[in-house]
Each structure stands twice: as C-alpha cells, then as structure tokens.
T-cell receptor, first 120, second 109 residues
Framework: GAVVSQHPSRVICKSGTSVKIECRSL??????MFWYRQFPKQSLMLMAT?????????EQGVEKDKFLINHASLTLSTLTVTSAHPEDSSFYIC????????????????FGAGSRLTVL | GQNIDQPTEMTATEGAIVQINCTYQ??????LFWYQQHAGEAPTFLSY??LDGLEEKGRFSSFLSRSKGYSYLLLKELQMKDSASYLC??????????WGAGTKLIIKP
C-alpha cells in the first residue's frame, strides 16, 4: 500500500533556531500534500496544503513566514519551522493522497508517522 | 459554521462491542471518514462512507445517515490493541476535511 515517510520523528531544539521536517511519498507521486499540527488531546489542525511546483496554501491564522513549506518534487514536501519558540512545540503530521486527485470524494489520506517537536 | 461532534472518551470491556457516534454539520458533503490514532502515532484509515448504510470491514463497521448528519463506528470483539483515539472527519463541498476532536476509547480487561 501507499507509504508516506516523515523525518525526523523527534526533534529537540533551542528557542530561536529553525527546524526542517521532511515528508516523502515512497511509492507514489503526490502532487498535493497536507501539513497538520496536533496538540495533546486535540484533533488534527490543518496548517497548509502543499502543491508541487507552486506556493502552499495556508489556513487562516497560520503564519506563512514562520512555517515555510516547499514542495519541490512529486515525492517530497518540507516544512521548516523558523525561529522556533516553546509554543511551537507540537506534533506535526504530513499526509498525501495516493488516489491521484486529493480532492476527489473518495480520497484516502496516508499519513506520515509524525514529528514531535520540542522547543526548549 | 462547520462542526463535528463525537464523545470525548468511552470505556468498554475486552471482547465486547462499542459504538462511537459522530454528528456533523458541514457546508456540503463529500464523504465521511473514520481514522484510528494510537497515542503518539499518526492516524490510520479505517473506513469511508459516502452513501447511506452500513459498511462492514472485519471487526469494524461504519454507518452513515446523510439526512440525519450522523455516523457511527462499531467495533466488535474488542481487543486491548483497539485502545486508541477514533477520529471522525467529513469532506465538505470544497473537498476540505473537517476533523472531529476524536474519541478516546479505553479497553479494560
């Protein structure tokens, strides 16, 4: 089945530094990938939709200059948390659709394993 | 506004049956998904309903009533490994996924 690889799984960084998280579709091409953030005991919150070869679409309230998204190829999207602060500590999850059209009604998302970011 | 409601937490006994309900109010409807999420892990797909009725898949079944804005996930022959959060998500008319907060299911021996 479809596999999405996300790296790193855990990262601890100092306040003010930048952290990059990679999301790869291993056995399919993903023209669209989604980035989510999840705080403890809460549901997934969509941060942005990443489109290959174009700018990401950010959800309301998400700072695009702080959360940089790059989708340079059909199998790789990256999320960079710039100048991280303790309040950015969270579980970041990417997902992609293997059905070809992420906006079809039968879309099934495959999620990466997630990246737990802790900012000291 | 759009919202998905599901119970915060449920407890059931190993070997028993449990039903997790989900009600929704969204701008349009293009299907309802159930995902399972173990603590500290990413969600995994369980089921997709777009037409009314019951979809059965092994020990798990999912039901949908579009007129009532209602779905449930039925888990039979509960096992300890079924302890997880179960997320209900609806795809709206813009093909955006609206997520519920999840139901934490606790299985007791």
């Amino acid at each position: 089945g479809a596999v999405v690889s996300q790296h790193p799984s855990r990262v601890i960084c100092k306040s003010g530094t930048s952290v990059k998280i990679e999301c790869r579709s291993l056995d399919f091409q993903a023209t669209t990938m989604f980035w989510y953030r999840q705080f403890p005991k809460q549901s997934l919150m969509l941060m942005a939709t990443s489109n290959e070869g174009s700018k990401a679409t950010y959800e309301q309230g998400v700072e695009k200059d702080k959360f940089l998204i790059n989708h340079a190829s059909l199998t790789l999207s990256t999320l960079t948390v710039t100048s991280a602060h303790p309040e950015d500590s969270s579980f970041y999850i990417c997902s992609a659709s293997s059905s070809g059209n992420p906006y079809s009604g039968a879309n099934v998302l495959t999620f990466g394993a997630g990246s737990r970011l802790t900012v000291l | 506004g759009q919202n998905i409601d599901q119970p915060t937490e449920m407890t059931a006994t190993e070997g028993a049956i449990v039903q997790i309900n989900c009600t929704y109010q969204t701008s349009g409807f293009n299907g309802l998904f159930w995902y399972q999420q173990h603590a500290g892990e990413a969600p995994t797909f369980l089921s997709y309903n777009v037409l009314d009725g019951l979809e059965e898949k092994g020990r798990f079944s999912s039901f949908l009533s579009r007129s009532k804005g209602y779905s449930y996930l039925l888990l039979k022959e509960l096992q300890m490994k079924d302890s997880a959060s179960y997320l209900c998500a609806v795809m709206d008319s813009n093909y955006q996924l609206i997520w519920g907060a999840g139901t934490k299911l606790i299985i007791k021996p």
